[in-house]
Nanobody, 119 residues
Framework: QAQLVQSGGGLVQAGGSLRLSCTAS????????DAWYRQVPGKQRELVAQ??????????TYADSVKGRFTISRDTDWSTVYLQMDSLKPEDTAVYYC??????????WGQGTQVTVSS
């Protein structure tokens, strides 16, 4: 069974850094794009960063709120996608989810991981 397994996250002080990982397992994926979302209670899930595999180099986009602080990247075999988060702010506190869109197998979501930034 195909799945995405997240790791990383936790508690960090404002100004600190964390790295989230999202590893695909269980089947052979043909990824079209990967993305990181975040959600706080009572609000809609927000797109944070996306990497689209349309050529060389990959095409990346970021929410304005994280631009210049977060970086999305991947392993050379597309097995793991990362979100490097620097200069973290309390407003970055949320549950973070990874999502993979595939060429012909639909979309998959990770289980979510809590990121808490203390002031």
């Amino acid at each position: 069974q195909a799945q995405l397994v997240q790791s990383g996250g936790g508690l960090v002080q404002a100004g600190g850094s964390l790295r989230l990982s999202c590893t695909a397992s269980g089947k052979s994926f043909s990824p079209r794009s990967d993305a990181w979302y975040r959600q706080v209670p009572g609000k809609q899930r927000e797109l944070v960063a996306q990497i689209v595999y349309v050529g060389n180099p990959d095409y990346t986009t970021y929410a304005d709120s994280v631009k210049g602080r977060f970086t999305i990247s991947r392993d050379t075999d597309w097995s793991t996608v990362y979100l490097q988060m620097d200069s973290l702010k309390p407003e970055d506190t949320a549950v973070y989810y990874c999502k993979r869109a595939t060429m012909n197998s639909g979309e998959y979501w990770g289980q979510g991981t809590q990121v808490t930034v203390s002031s």
